[in-house]
Structure formats: structure tokens, C-alpha cells
């Protein structure tokens, strides 16, 4: 079997290369995007090597002349972004403003959120596009809540998105546009009057601006306002995209959800499962070698490309039984859904409470939540980095 790589963006289905490439070929060669060979590796074992592994580095990825899945649509460094985000006191103010106690301080006002597009929903009827009327102005809400930018602005902060993380094969002109045009927004919110007293993540960055001296150190403002960029596109994207697989998932299997819907409490275990089943991280994660070695025993040479296919790992019969069913209460539930290793996601505490929250206020309020069309029908967007559907049509 060849294996064109990335494999089908479609969300719902597991895609039959998983097992195949388990089996037969757990470290395959493919194609990128952009016509750059690289390694695809598909087992939990061998998955969780290449991220704990340093020898294959994130960091690399970002040398110019790296091998490539696709062509960047940002500077280069920031696909290196928490190595980055790692001076002027700007590490220290991110992690605060993920950490579990300001998360859990922040939930209430999710949820109130959540409730709010429910009653406009309410008002006007089914059927409905959740997309565009609950998960994406509900990620929105809860990243400008965190990062402490204006709610209103949510549109033009998600649309960037659609640019801004596209996988294409050669780079275009519109990427830059869209990187300056997020940048110059943020660096207008970092800059306004008033700005050191902002709630959330901004104001803290824009006490450590003042603290360096604002513009007249162009360095460090340029790099605080892409840090303030690069997390809101890093969150929003990653947030709604496993939000709307994770409402496929249970709007599929009808028996799982009413099951949920009646034990909120086991909400936990649940948003777990849901991470490691769903299939959000389209294009696997990335590293270079950076010396020869070998992996699985298959040598691997100095600047090779190393691909960790999460959903591969994620679906290992070794370590998940029955990996193909969607059991909510299953434990243990050792999933790869936020990486492992170095890079593993600093903003778990965030990425959890945000999905808990959504689902049980939506189980809880409309419990006949149904998808409006057939599943097969769903239209599923290509060309992206995360495996999402371009609308969800609900009734209830
Ligand atoms: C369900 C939601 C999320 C999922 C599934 C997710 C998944 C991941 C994964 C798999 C990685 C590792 C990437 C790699 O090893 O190459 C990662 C890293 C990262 N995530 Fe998340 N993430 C989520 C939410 C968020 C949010 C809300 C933020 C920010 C507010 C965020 C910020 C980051 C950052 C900055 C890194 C880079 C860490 C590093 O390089 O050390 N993520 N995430």
C-alpha cells in the first residue's frame, strides 16, 4: 500500500491507513505537502520515543533550509514558539495566566458565555450552525477572556485563522498580509492608553513593555506582541477544532451521549476520551533529526524529517483496547492528544475546563442535540492544519 500523506481531513473516521501503517510499516516513508521526504511514525511506542527523544527537535524545523510538511504561513522562529517565549519575564507571565488556579477562577465566566449563545440559540430555532453560533464565539470568548482581549473583536480575531494556519504547498502572498495584519492589531491593544491595567495576559505583558521601556525597545516589543499573537492563534485553533470533533463525536454516537448527559459528573474522564479519540491534528507533529540514528531500526540521517501521527498513536491496540470505540469512562487513558515530552501543551488546565464546560452546558440544555444532516454529508475543510467541519448543522 502507498500512503499519500497528509491522510483524509475527514474528522469522524478514523482513517484506515492507521492500523495498516501500524502493522506493516510503523516508520514509513512519505511525501510532504511540498514534495520533501519524511518519516511517518504511526505507534504509540515509537511516538512517544521521537517526543521525549531530543535528538528530534522542534527547534530544527524552524533552519531555514529544513525540510518542510508544507510552506510557512508565519516567521519561521514561531513555529519554535514556547522556546521563544522564554525571556523578559514574558515564560513566568504565560504560564501564570494558564495555570490551573487562574483557569478554574476563569471557568464561571466560560460558562456563562456558553449559556449566553444557548439562549440566542434558543430564540431563534433549529436547525442551526453550532460552528458559527457556538463553538467558534465560545473559543473566542474564553481566549479573549485569558489573554484579556476585548470580546467583541472575536470575528477578526478568528478569521485570521482561516490564512494563518493553512497548509499549502508553496508560499503565497496573502500569509504575510495576514501574519502583519494580527500583528499590528495586537500591537495596537499592547500599546493603548490604559493597557498596564488590562485584565488577563495583556496587561501583564504590557506592564513588562512599560518595564522595558515601551517602543524605544522595538525588540522587545515586537516580541511580546507576537507572543500575545502566536497563543491566541496557537489556543483558538486548537480549541475549537477538538471542540467541534468532540460534539461529532458525541452527536454520532447517541447512546455515549445520552449516557454523558445523564452523569455529568464523569464530565473528566469523558473530555479524555474525547482527546485521545478525536482526530483534530491533521498534519502530525514535527521534528528534525539533528545526528544520525536509528528508530525502530530503520537509520535515520541528520536533517531527516520525523512525522509522529497522533491519531496512530492514539488508536494503538498495544495500548488502548478496543481503540476504535469511544468508551467515555475509559481509565487509564495515557493519550498523546497534547504531545509528550519538551514540548508537551502548556495550557492543558485551559484546553480542559474550556471543552468540560461547553459540553456539559450543552448536554444539560438541549438534550436532544442531534446533527441536522447526514454524517457522511459534513463538509469537512482541506488545505488546514486541523481536521474541522466547515459547519455543523444541529437540530434539537
Ligand atoms: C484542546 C486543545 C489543545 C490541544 C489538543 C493542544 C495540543 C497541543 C500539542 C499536541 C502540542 C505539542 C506540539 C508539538 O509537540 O509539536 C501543543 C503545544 C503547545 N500548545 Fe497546545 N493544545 C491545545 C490548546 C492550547 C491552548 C488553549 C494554548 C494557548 C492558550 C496552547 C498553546 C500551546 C503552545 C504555546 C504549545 C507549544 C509548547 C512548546 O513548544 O513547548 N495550546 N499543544
Known amino acids: ?104 477562577k476563569a471557568t464561571g465566566g466560560f460558562r456563562h458565555k456558553a449559556d449566553a449563545l444557548i439562549d440566542e440559540m434558543l430564540a431563534e430555532g433549529p436547525p442551526i450552525d453550532l460552528k458559527a453560533r457556538f463553538t467558534d464565539p465560545y473559543t473566542a470568548s474564553v481566549m479573549c477572556a485569558v489573554l484579556g482581549l476585548p470580546d467583541d473583536d472575536w470575528r477578526r480575531l478568528m478569521s485570521g485563522l482561516d490564512i494563518g494556519i493553512m497548509t499549502a504547498p508553496r508560499p503565497f502572498q496573502g500569509a504575510q498580509a495576514n501574519w502583519d495584519k494580527g500583528m499590528s492589531y495586537m500591537a495596537k491593544r499592547l500599546r493603548a492608553p490604559g493597557a498596564t491595567d488590562a485584565p488577563g495576559l495583556l496587561g501583564t505583558l504590557a506592564r513588562l513593555r512599560a518595564e522595558h521601556g515601551g517602543e524605544e525597545d522595538a525588540d522587545t516589543d515586537e516580541y511580546l506582541t507576537m507572543t500575545l499573537h502566536t497563543l491566541f492563534e496557537a489556543g483558538a485553533v486548537s480549541t475549537s477544532a477538538f471542540l467541534s470533533l468532540a460534539i461529532v463525536l458525541l452527536l454520532r454516537d447517541s447512546e455515549e451521549r445520552r449516557w454523558l448527559g445523564d452523569h455529568p459528573e464523569a464530565i473528566g474522564p469523558a473530555v479524555e476520551e474525547l482527546l485521545r479519540y478525536n482526530l483534530s491534528i491533521g ?50 487513558n495515557p493519550h498523546l492528544a497534547f504531545g509528550d515530552g519538551r ?54
Open 283 to 332: 498534519d502530525a507533529l514535527s521534528r528534525i533529526a539533528t545526528q544520525d540514528t536509528e528508530l525502530g531500526g530503520v537509520p535515520i540521517a541528520t536533517g531527516d524529517l520525523v512525522l509522529v501521527l497522533i491519531e496512530g498513536a492514539n488508536h494503538d491496540p498495544a495500548v488502548f483496547p478496543d481503540p476504535d470505540r469511544l468508551d467515555l469512562t475509559r481509565t487509564p
Open 1 to 104: 500500500m502507498d500512503v499519500a500523506f497528509p491522510l483524509s481531513r475527514r474528522g469522524d473516521v478514523v482513517p484506515g491507513e492507521c492500523a495498516w501503517l501500524r502493522e506493516h510499516r510503523p516508520i514509513a516513508r512519505v511525501r510532504t505537502l511540498t514534495g520533501d521526504p519524511a518519516w511517518l511514525v504511526s505507534t504509540y511506542e515509537l511516538a512517544t520515543r521521537v517526543l521525549r527523544d531530543e535528538t528530534f527537535s522542534l527547534s530544527a524545523t524552524a533552519l531555514p533550509n529544513a525540510r518542510n510538511q508544507y510552506a510557512p504561513t508565519f516567521p519561521l522562529q514561531v513555529r519554535n514558539n514556547m522556546a521563544r517565549i522564554s525571556d523578559r519575564g514574558a515564560r513566568d507571565a504565560v504560564m501564570r495566566a494558564l495555570s490551573p488556579p487562574v483557569i478554574k
Open 343 to 396: 514540548h508537551y501543551c502548556p495550557a492543558t488546565a485551559l484546553a480542559r475546563a474550556h471543552a468540560a464546560t461547553a459540553l456539559t452546558t450543552l448536554l444539560a440544555r438541549l438534550p436532544d442535540l442531534r446533527l441536522a444532516i447526514p454524517a457522511d454529508e459534513i463538509n469537512w475543510r482541506s488545505g488546514w492544519i486541523k481536521r474541522t467541519p466547515e459547519r455543523l448543522p444541529v437540530l434539537w
